[in-house]
């Protein structure tokens, strides 16, 4: 099945411990993106991802690392997470930029404490 | 980027047409028009895409008027599984890599 997949779906965690959040792709996508999502503030791009190797901000980057060494995998990484980065997380890939069809991961909720 | 507006949000019931108007006065020559749909605690699902005219799939239809500024999405026959946020983008088809979603508009559908 051709899916988006992310882990963890749920994570509790406390300020400055580093997490990654892994995503993954079967469906041979060049195009990866982070978004995040927050009430009253829709979703917001974090990072995205063209090809292998090949990685740019998004309009909220701030706090957030990400590396695209493989084609399916682009994982989001929080160096040192703070509350503010609490919030629901979404990967998505397509299959050559932003405005072919986005496929969605299921979401990440991530509470920084 | 063209900045989108869209009503936050409307009501309907079950087997009504419902039309979700998207203002994008600023478009550009280059820029094609999307529609996402989320439901809660999901990640956005793609509905459609058009450039001008009009565009229709299994889903939905996508009404684009001559000047492009603005642009309709027509969900025929609603039922409550219809109900959830959706989201009007509009960007540039080479080269384009970044998205903007804004806060899209919530559909309840009652009924």
């Known amino acids: 099945e051709a899916q988006v997949t992310q882990n963890p779906r749920y994570l509790i965690t406390v300020t400055g411990k580093k997490l990654t959040v892994t995503c993954s792709q079967n469906m041979n996508h060049e195009y990866m993106s982070w978004y995040r999502q927050d009430p009253g503030l829709g979703l917001r791009q974090i990072y995205y991802?063209?090809?292998?190797?090949?990685?740019d901000k998004g309009d909220v980057p701030e706090g957030y690392k990400v590396s695209r060494k493989e084609k399916r995998n682009f994982p989001l990484i929080l160096e040192s997470p703070s509350p503010n980065q609490t919030s629901l997380y979404f990967c998505?890939?397509?299959?050559?930029?932003?405005?072919?069809?986005?496929?969605f991961g299921p979401g990440t909720r991530l509470t920084v404490l | 980027l063209a900045k989108t507006t869209q009503p936050i949000s409307m009501d309907s019931y079950e087997g009504q047409e419902v039309n979700i108007t998207c203002s994008h006065n600023?478009?550009?020559?280059?820029?094609?028009i999307t529609w996402y749909q989320q439901f809660p605690s999901q990640g956005p699902r793609f509905i459609i895409q058009g450039y001008k005219t009009k565009v229709t799939n299994e889903v939905a239809s996508l009404f684009i008027p001559a000047d492009r500024k603005s642009s309709t999405l027509s969900l025929p026959r609603v039922s409550l599984s219809d109900t959830a946020v959706y989201y009007c983008?509009?960007?540039?088809?080479?080269?384009?890599?970044?998205?903007?979603f804004g806060t899209g508009t919530r559909l309840l559908v009652s009924p």
């Open positions: 983008l509009v960007g540039e088809g080479t080269g384009f890599q970044k998205l903007v």
């Open positions: 991802s063209m090809n292998v190797e090949v990685t």
């Open positions: 998505a890939s397509s299959l050559a930029g932003a405005l072919n069809e986005q496929f």
């Open positions: 600023n478009i550009a020559t280059n820029d094609y």
